[in-house]
C-alpha cells in the first residue's frame, strides 16, 4: 500500500509540481490550499506525512499544527514545513517552538528546492 501525503500549499504551481512528483515516486498524495481545508484534511485521512507551508491564508501553518496537535493521532504526525524563511535562527525559533509537544520536525526553504532532492528528504522521513 502506498504512503500517503498531505501537502498543504497556497501556491498552485507547487502544490501541482511537488504532487505530480511525488505520485511519480508512487506516493497516495492529496492537496489542500489553506491551513483549515489541511486540518480537516488530516483529521480526516491520516496521512504518513505532511508538507505544511508557514505562511497560507485562512489559517497559518503553524496555527494548523497547534490544532493538530489537540488531535491523538495528530500528536505523532510527521511534518515537514515549507517555508519562504531562510533565515535558519527564526527557523530554530518556530521548530522548537512547535517541537514542546510533537517531536518530528525539519523544513524546506522554497527557494532551494531541488525536486530529487525533496523525494529523497521525504522517503528518508518516512522511514524514520
Do not use: C, F
Not at 72 to 81: F, P, V
Not at 94 to 114: H, P
Amino acid at each position: 500500500m502506498a504512503k500517503k501525503i498531505l501537502i498543504i500549499e497556497d501556491e498552485e504551481s507547487l502544490r501541482k509540481i511537488l504532487g505530480e512528483r511525488l505520485k511519480e515516486e508512487g506516493y497516495d498524495v492529496a492537496v489542500s490550499k489553506d491551513g483549515k481545508e489541511g486540518l480537516a484534511k488530516a483529521l480526516n485521512w491520516h496521512p504518513d506525512l505532511m508538507l505544511v507551508d508557514i505562511v497560507m491564508p485562512v489559517m497559518d501553518g503553524v496555527e494548523m499544527i497547534k490544532e493538530l496537535q489537540k488531535d491523538r493521532w495528530g500528536k505523532e504526525a510527521k511534518i515537514l514545513l515549507l517555508t519562504n524563511l531562510s533565515d535558519p535562527v527564526k527557523m530554530a525559533k518556530i521548530t522548537s517552538e512547535l517541537n514542546e509537544s510533537m517531536s518530528v520536525y525539519d523544513y524546506l526553504v522554497k527557494s532551494d528546492w531541488d525536486l530529487a532532492k525533496i523525494a529523497e528528504k521525504i522517503k528518508k522521513k518516512l522511514d524514520d
